[in-house]
């Protein structure tokens, strides 16, 4: 059974960074894409972030170079590294396997300006 447990958002002002983690179980990282996906006020889940199964990345144009994705397979966390952030980056922010399993239930980012 698959199981995400996101952590690590919070408050933060204009230009700084956070880190979230992913905590994962029943998901074979080697042979997965992990995604982060964020969910703004009012408006659809979108993806922001992906790492392969060898850990190849990919960002969305509104977050490529700012944020960084990466893995830990030994402890089954996937991590998003978020710098520069932007108020626009405010959303809850959830982790997922690719195809999407059953969702976590994310972990709020708050950028003031």
């Known amino acids: 059974q698959v199981q995400l447990v996101e952590s690590g958002g919070g408050l933060v002002q204009t230009g700084g960074s956070l880190r979230l983690s992913c905590v994962t179980s029943?998901?074979?990282?080697?042979?997965?894409?992990m995604d982060w996906y964020r969910q703004a006020p009012g408006k659809q889940r979108e993806l922001v972030a992906s790492?392969?199964?060898?850990?190849?990345?990919n960002y969305a144009p509104p977050v490529k170079g700012r944020f960084t994705t990466s893995k830990d397979m030994a402890q089954s966390t996937v991590y998003l590294q978020m710098d520069s952030l932007k108020p626009e980056d405010t959303g809850v922010y959830y982790c997922?396997?690719?195809?999407?399993?059953?969702w976590g239930l994310g972990t709020q980012v708050t950028v003031s300006s």
């Open positions: 790492i392969s199964g060898d850990g190849l990345t």
């Open positions: 029943g998901i074979t990282m080697r042979f997965r894409t």
């Open positions: 997922n396997r690719r195809p999407p399993s059953t």
